[in-house]
């Protein structure tokens, strides 16, 4: 992938500590770009709504939980329909491509992008790109309208067909040149993200009317700034299903473990939320919170002890969990995905084995049923809640579109539809934070041990230094270590 020079961030200050981290506009490099008035200040469907049009200085700010006399900190561009838009709605030739693996919501993102053209703006030419970044270059299109599109909300996957790789930067543009798009919708994870930044630099470069709008996908809910990407809740709703039937085994079996791997290749958050909405697990296991298997303390223990209390336990597994012991037990694995994504090996099994080996050899008895839902997650359709947030983030998507802004993801920031400028979605990855109340939260759910290792756990009480939380600040709270208790067996 060839890279052309990032543009200067669009930096906005104001008083009081004020900071608008704003996307790019059309008329950033085409000055002289004509201005019409929104099509749909005459749709009866708006006419009675009361200050429909966002208002140009509306912004969103990226914290809401601020000290009194402290700055006023990062804002983002409030979504929403502008009074002006900066193509004709004859003139919009739009393409909508998804990439990446499958979650729930993408066909209701698709349908509502391509509802929200037309209905909206009477927009009536719309392509649908096969088969992910490829498909600009390697494959057919296909015509997409609201017959289309009606009912796709009902099934799973993408209609559109989807890839990892594939991303060749100047063909991609070459192919939106001679198509004669200039709306460019691109659904994708912060990988699909980063392309889609390279995608409209190189539009920029060459001055071609073309908005490049992106829609954050991640079923892990790893992209950063935005509140919970579309999917997520649909994933953690279909994840107790699993975990109910791993707690009707367990319950069923002598020293019954019900074991559930889910998704979650670098960030547990499938997990945590799952295991918060169960209440049935016993112990959930994530990448930010490692563990050890063997010794006092360790997972292994833990397993033994709760079996004697209870007869029976949950255990809930994250893909990404537990991959550093499992490499020191089996060759290193240093192969990537098309995506450029670290190809995982099989925790859940391996991690299953070793439970079974250690009951084995000391001879005690134990049943293991081992659940991953995986496919089955990916593969639903969104539920009620995902498919409302699909439709405001596609509709926020095409407003901005419209009113001429490009080189943006549509994403929810505090409970509002934000415009956020590309660097911010791709310079990290969200991560379940293990000193933050929402862990500390599900430790108390599930009365598991922290599973530090015997060398990292103090003896006493005593102040641990200032952690860093998710969006760069610093906590000042102090986090107190209860001192360790060694259970005495007779």
Known sequence: MTS???????????????????????????????????PLQDNPAYSVVKQYFVDADDSVPEKIVVHKDGPRGIHFRRAGPRQKVYFDSDEVHACIVTCGGLCPGLNTVIREIVSSLSCMYGVNRILGIDGGYRGFYAKNTISLDSKVVNDIHKRGGTILGTSRGGHDTAKIVDSIQDRGINQVYI??????????????????????????????????????????????????????????????????????????KLMGRYSGFIAMYATLASRDVDCCLIPESPFYLEGEGGLL?????RLKENGHMVIVLAEGAGQDLMSKSMESNTLEDASG??????????????IKDHFKKNKMEMNLKYIDPTYMIRAVPS????????????????????????????????GRQTYIPYY??????????????????LLSSTNQPSFLGPKDIPE??????????????KSDAVVDIPPVTKEVTK
């Open 4 to 38: 052309p020079k990032r543009n200067k961030a669009k930096i906005v200050n104001g008083p009081g500590g004020y900071i608008l981290q704003d996307v790019p506009h059309l008329i950033d490099y085409l000055p002289d770009l004509p201005a019409y008035p929104n």
């Open 187 to 260: 659904i994708g994870g912060d990988g699909t993200q980063r392309g889609a930044s390279v995608i409209y630099e190189e539009i920029r470069r060459r001055g071609l009317k073309v908005a490049v709008v992106g829609i954050p996908k991640t079923i892990d809910n790893d992209i950063p700034v935005i509140d919970r990407s579309f999917g997520f809740d649909t994933a953690v709703e279909e994840a107790q299903r699993a975990i109910n039937a791993a707690h009707v085994e367990a319950e069923s079996n002598e020293n019954g473990i019900g074991f559930v």
């Open 301 to 305: 223990e833990f397993i033994e002890r």
């Open 341 to 354: 994504n670290k190809l995982l090996k099989d925790v859940g099994l391996w991690l299953s084995q070793s």
């Open 383 to 414: 539920n009620a809640s995902d498919n409302v947030y699909c439709s405001l983030l596609a509709q926020s998507a095409v407003h901005g579109a419209m009113a001429g802004y490009t080189g943006y993801t549509s994403g929810l920031v505090n």
């Open 424 to 441: 911010r979605i791709t310079e990290k990855q969200n991560h379940v934070v293990i000193t933050d109340r929402m862990w500390a939260r």
């Open 460 to 473: 006493e009480k005593k102040e641990l230094p200032v952690t860093p939380l998710p969006d760069g600040e």
